[in-house]
Nanobody, 122 residues
Framework: QVQLVESGGGLVQAGGSLRLSCAASGLTFSRYGMGWFRQAPGKEREVAASISWSGANRYYLDFVKGRFTISRDNAKNTVYLEMNSLKPEDTAVYYC???????????????WGQGTQVTVSS
């Protein structure tokens, strides 16, 4: 049974930082591309960042470039999203997801976590 469990969300003031973690189990983690998605109320889900199975390739949504960093530790079956200089517009539920066939924003993601809320106050 595949499980993706996110943690690290919370309430932070604008300009602050948060680090999200996603612990994976039940799959061969090092064979999966991983993505961090987000969905704000009334908006479509979007990929904030994604990373290839080896960590060699990364994608970032333009709005988060230079502020967010995605990384992974295959020995710990965990993917991270370091978020700095947070803005109120970053407020959303953040989900991690795993893709067996790719890693980019257009890849099919096969497994999803339950999400963690990030709220940035102005």
């Amino acid at each position: 049974q595949v499980q993706l469990v996110e943690s690290g969300g919370g309430l932070v003031q604008a300009g602050g930082s948060l680090r999200l973690s996603c612990a994976a189990s039940g799959l061969t983690f090092s064979r999966y591309g991983m993505g961090w998605f987000r969905q704000a109320p009334g908006k479509e889900r979007e990929v904030a960042a994604s990373i290839s199975w080896s960590g060699a390739n990364r994608y970032y949504l333009d709005f988060v470039k230079g502020r967010f960093t995605i990384s992974r530790d295959n020995a710990k079956n965990t993917v991270y999203l370091e978020m700095n200089s947070l803005k109120p517009e970053d407020t959303a539920v953040y989900y991690c997801a795993a893709s067996r066939t790719g890693w980019g924003p257009r890849s099919q993601y096969d497994y999803w976590g339950q999400g963690t809320q990030v709220t940035v106050s102005s």
